[in-house]
């Protein structure tokens, strides 16, 4: 099972972001992952999110072309029709 854990990498020492490991995990040796988020990247990911999110709700068509949106999600999501069901 994997375990997720926030910290921040200080040179060669961590500073647990959130509740830190279980003792029975820092009480021994365990293998782990360590991805580095780029906060610059980070921001600018949240910035075009937050300007698309204020288009939707500005209402400006952002979704006009859909002329039928329970087509569109059947495409979207390559649906197969369910027996006893009608299309």
């Known amino acids: 099972m994997i375990?997720?854990?926030?910290?921040?990498l200080h040179g060669d020492?961590?500073?647990?972001?959130?509740a830190p490991p279980?003792?029975?995990?820092?009480?021994?040796?365990?293998?782990v992952k360590i991805e580095v988020?780029?906060?610059v990247e980070r921001a600018e990911r949240g910035r075009r999110m937050a300007?698309?999110?204020?288009?939707?709700a500005a209402g400006d068509g952002a979704l006009?072309?859909?002329e039928d949106p329970v087509a569109w999600e059947?495409?979207?999501?390559?649906?197969?029709p369910l027996p006893g069901r009608e299309q």
């Open 74 to 80: 059947r495409e979207i999501r390559q649906e197969r």
């Open 22 to 31: 279980t003792p029975e995990v820092r009480g021994r040796s365990v293998r």
């Open 37 to 39: 988020e780029d906060e």
């Open 51 to 56: 300007d698309a999110l204020r288009k939707l």
């Open 13 to 18: 020492r961590l500073e647990w972001t959130d």
């Open 64 to 66: 006009a072309e859909i």
């Open 3 to 8: 375990h997720i854990y926030s910290a921040i």
